[in-house]
């Protein structure tokens, strides 16, 4: 079993900055890919980003050069930086491990973001 434990949502204005982090509770983080994902109010979550255990990271066409994901496979964290934000980036994001062998998923609580206009 693996704990996520997001933070770093809040409140901003449209075009401004926010950083979420996530913390795993495993001595094998490595052997995770990790993503981000978005649940808008009243619609299917959605991944946003997933970085791979070297660092190869992914995004979704919404999210390309405003969102960066990385992570730290010291501190066993994943970070999504998120800049000019607009308020259909509102919602509540999800940390999520996926295992590259069992493909066992674990998800964080989550973290609301609101982006104000």
């Known amino acids: 079993q693996v704990q996520l434990v997001e933070s770093g949502g809040g409140l901003v204005q449209a075009g401004g900055s926010l950083r979420l982090s996530c913390t795993a509770s495993?001595?094998?983080?490595?052997?995770?890919?990790m993503a981000w994902y978005h649940q808008a109010p009243g619609k299917q979550r959605e991944q946003v980003a997933s970085?791979?255990?070297?660092?190869?990271?992914y995004y979704a066409d919404s999210v390309k050069g405003r969102f960066t994901i990385s992570r730290d496979n010291t501190k066993n964290t994943v970070s999504l930086q998120m800049n000019s934000l607009d308020p259909e980036d509102t919602g509540v994001y999800y940390c999520?491990?996926?295992?590259?062998?069992?493909?066992?998923?674990?998800w964080g609580q989550g973290t609301q973001v609101t982006v104000s206009s």
């Open positions: 970085v791979t255990r070297g660092g190869n990271p």
């Open positions: 999520n491990a996926h295992h590259i062998i069992s493909r066992l998923t674990y």
């Open positions: 495993t001595s094998f983080f490595g052997n995770y890919v």
